[in-house]
């Protein structure tokens, strides 16, 4: 089980049909099992919809790249744009109570992403590197 896979997304809602695509052909490609299959397809859809909706402001001109790689026993995610940084670390651990509680809007995608993924990597850009790139990756049992 290997391969290394790229996809490019507009930043738009209705790009996310060809997301989950890109993730059912990984993950059948590499036998990887329905319940990962629809895990990490959330988890990487809340990843994108925060992208989309704050770092871009919904702005289709610009784009999200994904890569993947599968490794034994691992499947890793970078997800790049060229947006606000925001690190997600920053806000973890999402106390699911305390959302609740407040009646807060947002906060659950980052919550979602901390509970389906097993790493949760940040970099923001800098003067040696124009884009983000958040890591994700995924043990697979």
Do not use: W
Not at 22 to 39: A, M, P, R
């Amino acid at each position: 089980m290997s391969g290394k896979y790229k996809l490019v997304l507009k930043a738009d809602l209705n790009e996310l049909d060809k997301l989950r695509d890109f993730v059912k052909n990984i993950c059948y490609e590499n036998n990887i099992d329905e319940g990962n299959l629809f895990k990490i397809s959330l988890a990487l859809e809340e990843a994108c919809v925060n992208l989309i909706k704050h770092s871009y402001k919904f702005d289709s001109s610009k784009q999200i790249s994904i890569y993947s790689k599968v490794e034994k026993g691992k499947i890793h995610f970078t997800l790049e744009d060229y947006g606000a940084s925001f690190d997600p670390r920053e806000v973890l651990p999402i106390e699911i109570e305390q959302i609740r509680k407040k009646y807060q809007k947002g906060g659950m995608g980052i919550f979602l992403i901390s509970q389906i993924m097993d790493e949760i990597n940040y970099t923001p850009k800098n003067k040696n590197s124009p884009s983000n790139k958040l890591e994700l990756t995924k043990i697979l049992e």
